[in-house]
Nanobody, 123 residues
Framework: QVQLVESGGGLVQAGGSLRLSCTAS????????MAWFRQAPGKEREFVGT????????SYVDSVKGRFTISRDNAKNTVYLQMNSVKSEDTAIYYC????????????????WGRGTQVTVTS
């Protein structure tokens, strides 16, 4: 079992930056592909990006490419989402998730989820 806890959410002005963290317990994250998803009010959960177990491969949804960066520190059992140049449409609850498979973009392929952290972009 893996327990995931997100942190770092909050209010940020449009154009600003925020870094989210996802810390795991229960098992080493090195065994898992990790991803960030988000869910805005009234919308379905959306894939944001994923990172391979070693951190050598990442992929992102087009709407965040060039603005968001996923990284991981397996020694700290933590995954990060660096959000730059945020926009109002980035407002959502952000979830991290772990999968025994690599580079998956579908929520159905993730076995473990955190409870999420709210990000609100203000104008």
């Amino acid at each position: 079992q893996v327990q995931l806890v997100e942190s770092g959410g909050g209010l940020v002005q449009a154009g600003g930056s925020l870094r989210l963290s996802c810390t795991a317990s229960g098992r080493a994250l090195i065994f898992y592909g990790m991803a960030w998803f988000r869910q805005a009010p009234g919308k379905e959960r959306e894939f944001v990006g994923t990172i391979s177990p070693s951190g050598g491969a990442t992929s992102y949804v087009d709407s965040v490419k060039g603005r968001f960066t996923i990284s991981r520190d397996n020694a700290k059992n933590t995954v990060y989402l660096q959000m730059n140049s945020v926009k109002s449409e980035d407002t959502a609850i952000y979830y991290c998730a772990a999968s025994t498979r690599m580079s998956r973009t579908s929520a159905n392929e993730y076995n473990y989820w955190g409870r999420g952290t709210q990000v609100t972009v203000t104008s």
